[in-house]
């Protein structure tokens, strides 16, 4: 049929190309649901399902629901190594914060300026947080141990330490919080500098120039300028490594196991210990449970903070 | 050359995208219903058999077994699969299978925890303990301690072996000395000699598997233990306990390095074939290891009891043991797979060079290959001391039965720590075992309740 012919023939009115599928308030919820149901299925339900075992009597040798109130919490709290475990787990997160945080700032800076092989640079810098945490740390199980330490090898090359005082990195009580402690910080510094370099990108070019030819410095114009306008950046860095640091179980269960002496002992791996290894669920969801005030507290302040800043 | 209109409808567009989909989600799901009755019950014809199991020190073992496993199987109908995980990861696994009512038939536990705790997800293997029993003698004490739960009197599993804990040393280096490691008393002061002449000895103080059992074993021959025969009364608060602490707090100080503070149940292993150790309390895995390595080294390393102390001499040695879950689809067929493996306990013994000990009395007979004659060591009969491993040897529990409680004490390190608080003036010997009597009633009493 010619064009013209085809022009000319009557036509059936177009059908609407809009949809039920179309529709925002059908489309809205239903890209939506996944997400609630995610969180419902695999974050909600076991939530609920831990306060109940955290008030039962449930261990694998007998699954009883009897209700036991805070009998279990009460128990938890007459140990000692729970109360360490509890002082370790805010030294840990904390000094990992810090220490991640800070070096991240430090390479975000360091990524800012033009150098050759910078973007090769920015590509390794996340090596560690792309890195599956289980290798990360068997390596630096290899680096920390008591004869093949490579740490301990170079500071004896370097005549830093003498041979026969060798630190123990995962056998002294200090040093092993400082290993655990750094490989954490290790693993949360590419989130720091992904984090500071977009905070750093956002800061308005003129703002700065206009503060250099007031005579800011570099200190005024970082501590003054730069940081409280990424400041609700970081705040959201903070919230998601507290809350990556404080539920931790892997970096210091294949460190240490918590030794020695418990000196590393942190809520994940004593409540794996407790509620998996030693099938006591209920005690081991009582410690889990003392996550919760913890980090609902330090992301209610935090978020405050946030919308402070904001307004 | 296609036109503009056959390419505007060939497009994909989202609406037909969605269409399809549908439709060939629609006729997959239908095909399947329809035709599940006939696959199911083609399946159903076919039998199969799960088993679960760790990664075994001894590499070649595994081998055998899988190729045991499989011919079983071919023999039998049965398609067999066997599944290797690290042994640390077990615990796990099994609390996960056991949530899930769904895994493998056959569930291999190895170390502290497993039989015990799992009771009531387990199939009573009575029977078949009982036929072993008449076949091949009396399961040994260790056995028991191991499987069977002397208040209910189920077996909940059957008792697969034990790894013995002998002292593995450096008879070159003790001979330098003039001494023999056989009691603990020795250990401490042919330690210090030998920490002298730069070789101290060592064992483990550190949150691993090897120190829980080291250190129960020099408990037990010192007449101390964390509870007394009926397993209910914790009893680590005393002189004997106290005595084992000030020793372990000297054998640091004078015939150990820090070191042993960070060990990991590898570390005494290599400590050893670093060729600076001059005796470690371990399996003759480490022992194996160095022949492969270090061959010459290897035949310098001799193998004796572990130490006696002042009332006995006993070690802990770590328990192995098969269960089968009560939700396991093929049970008969796990048990027939479990009783024609015991039937061949020489083959496993000899594929595990030794390492894996019987615990029935007459599954391997005297002379014992291998160990009475084992070409690889010089001079052969180096190994013939561990055919009585049998009489010095039990496990988590020990005067009393293993349970849920002594298990968790053992998961927690709590012996250990209480070693480790006094070898490092963290504490006073006597604030050491306070604390250990604390946290272990603390558990003992909670479990009690269950």
Not at chain 1, 173 to 186: N, Q, S
Not at chain 2, 82 to 94: C, F, G, Q, T, Y
Not at chain 2, 255 to 266: G, I, N, R, T, Y
Request: charged residues 20%.
């Amino acid at each position: 049929m010619s064009a013209i012919a085809e022009a000319a023939a009557p036509r059936r009115p177009p059908r609407s190309r809009f949809t039920t599928f179309d529709r925002l308030e059908v489309l809205g919820p239903l890209f939506i649901i996944p997400a609630i149901l995610y969180v419902v299925v695999l974050v909600g339900l076991p939530f609920l399902l831990a306060l109940y075992y955290s008030v039962s009597a449930y261990s694998i040798f007998n699954p009883s629901w009897t209700f036991v109130g805070l009998k279990n919490f009460r128990e938890v709290i007459d140990s000692e190594i729970f109360r360490r475990t509890l002082a370790n787990t805010l030294i840990f997160t904390i000094s990992a914060q810090i220490i991640g945080l800070l070096l991240g700032k430090i390479g975000a800076m360091l990524l800012m300026q033009e150098f050759p092989g910078r973007r090769l640079a920015r590509a390794l810098i996340v090596l560690p947080w792309a890195v599956p945490v289980s290798l990360a740390t068997l390596a630096w199980v290899w680096m920390f141990d008591s004869l093949y330490s490579v740490i301990n090898w170079t500071l004896v090359a370097a005549g830093l330490i003498d041979p026969a005082h060798r630190p123990q990195w995962l056998g002294q009580e200090d040093l092993a919080m400082i290993a655990v402690v750094t490989v954490h910080a290790w693993r949360l510094f590419p989130f720091g500098v992904v984090i500071f370099l977009a905070g750093f990108t956002s800061v308005p070019q003129d703002v700065l120039d206009a503060a250099t030819i007031d005579g800011a410095g570099f200190w005024r114009r970082n501590y003054q300028i730069i940081l409280p306008i990424i400041a609700p950046i970081i705040m959201i860095a903070l919230i998601f490594g507290t809350v990556f640091t404080f539920t931790d179980l892997s970096v210091v269960y294949l460190l240490t196991k918590g030794g020695p002496i418990n000196s590393t002992q942190v809520l994940g791996t004593l409540a794996f210990q407790v509620g998996i290894l030693s099938g006591d669920v209920a005690h081991g969801a009582a410690i889990c449970l003392f996550l919760f005030p913890f980090l609902l507290v330090a992301v209610i302040l935090l978020l405050r903070s946030l919308r402070r800043r904001e307004i | 050359m296609r036109s503009e209109r056959e390419i505007s409808t060939s497009a994909v567009t989202r609406r037909g995208f969605l269409k399809r989909v549908g439709a060939t989600a629609g006729t997959a799901a239908l095909a399947s219903a329809v035709s599940l009755p006939f696959v199911s019950t083609a399946l159903a014809q076919v039998k199969t058999l799960k088993i679960l199991q760790w990664s075994h020190f001894v590499p070649q073992y595994d081998k055998w077994f899988d190729g045991f496993a499989a011919e079983w199987g071919k023999k039998n109908g049965v398609t067999v699969t066997v599944d290797h995980i690290p042994h640390l990861e077990l615990p796990a696994r099994a609390a996960a299978e056991v949530s899930a009512g769904a895994g493998h038939d056959i569930f291999a536990f190895n170390g502290s925890g497993g039989p015990h705790l799992y009771e009531k997800h387990v199939a009573d293997l009575g029977s078949l303990v009982s036929e072993v029993e008449k076949k091949h003698g009396k399961v040994h004490q260790i056995g028991r301690q191991i499987a069977y739960n002397e208040d209910t009197k189920v077996w909940s599993a059957l008792p697969a072996y034990y790894i013995s804990f002998p002292g593995l040393y450096r008879k070159d280096l003790w001979d330098e000395i003039g001494m023999k490691p056989d009691t603990w008393e020795d250990i401490h002061v042919g330690g210090a000699k030998l920490k002298a002449k730069g070789a101290p000895i060592g064992i483990a103080l550190g949150h691993s598997v090897d120190p829980n059992l080291s250190y129960r074993s020099m408990l037990w021959s010192y007449g101390a233990s964390e509870c007394d025969q009926t397993g209910k009364r914790v009893t680590i608060n005393s002189k004997e306990t106290l005595e084992v602490v000030k020793l372990v707090r000297a054998i640091y100080k004078d015939a150990m390095e820090p070191e042993v503070l960070s060990w990991d149940d590898a570390s005494n292993n290599r400590y050893l074939a670093s060729g600076r150790g001059s005796w470690i309390h371990n399996p003759i895995s480490a022992y194996r290891s160095i022949q492969k390595a270090t061959p010459e080294l290897a035949d310098k390393i001799y193998v004796w009891k572990t130490p006696a102390g002042p009332i006995r001499r006993l070690a802990c040695g770590a328990p192995n043991s098969y269960v089968v879950w009560r939700f396991a689809r093929n049970k008969d067929t796990a048990i027939e797979f479990l009783r024609y493996w015991t039937d061949n306990w020489v083959a496993a013994f000899e594929a595990s060079t030794g390492y894996n000990h019987p615990l029935f009395e007459n599954l391997v007979p005297k002379p014992m290959p291998i160990l009475s004659n084992d070409p690889t060591s010089h001079p052969a009969d180096k190994l013939q001391v561990l055919e009585t491993a049998d009489e010095w040897h039990a496990t988590y529990g020990y005067p009393g039965p293993a349970g849920p409680a002594s298990d968790e004490v053992a998961d927690n390190f709590i012996v250990v720590d209480m070693m480790a608080k006094a070898a490092t003036d963290k504490a006073t010997p006597e604030e050491a075992v306070a604390w250990a009597q604390k946290e272990i009633e603390l558990i003992y009493k909670k479990w009690s309740a269950a």
